[in-house]
């Protein structure tokens, strides 16, 4: 089964830009829909970024469209999450998750994730 390792992450100031990684191993990324999650103390993920397994179609969360771009590297089996614009509640620890159908839908419907990294924590603060 597909193993994922978030990173990437650190501490940045508002307005900076971070660029997370997913390694993906023991399996072949093109055949999943992967995402990326949030979250923070008490509460529940939060879905960011979707990728369809087509490595074409997106859906973002709303505070993340523009900012945010999802993409992957099949060649090195890697999802990466570019943000930019970053804000102060952005601050989170980010979670990569793959599921092995074509789509998911609704885009973050968490149990339809079987695999999930460990995460990387992202801290927006001057």
């Known amino acids: 089964q597909v193993q994922l390792v978030e990173s990437g992450g650190g501490s940045v100031q508002p307005g900076g830009s971070l660029k997370l990684s997913c390694a993906a191993t023991?399996?072949?990324?093109?055949?999943?829909?992967m995402a990326w999650f949030r979250q923070t103390p008490g509460k529940e993920h939060e879905g960011v970024a979707v990728?369809?397994?087509?490595?074409?179609?997106?859906y973002y969360v709303d505070s993340a469209k523009v900012r945010f771009t999802i993409s992957r590297d099949t060649a090195t089996s890697t999802l990466y999450l570019e943000m930019n614009s970053l804000k102060p509640e952005d601050t989170a620890m980010y979670f990569c998750?793959?599921?092995?159908?074509?789509?998911?839908?609704?885009?973050?419907?968490?149990?339809?994730?079987?695999?999930w990294g460990q995460g990387t924590q992202v801290t927006v603060s001057s």
């Open positions: 998750a793959a599921a092995r159908v074509w789509e998911v839908w609704p885009p973050f419907r968490l149990g339809a994730y079987n695999y």
């Open positions: 023991n399996d072949d990324i093109s055949g999943y829909s």
């Open positions: 990728l369809f397994a087509d490595g074409s179609r997106t």
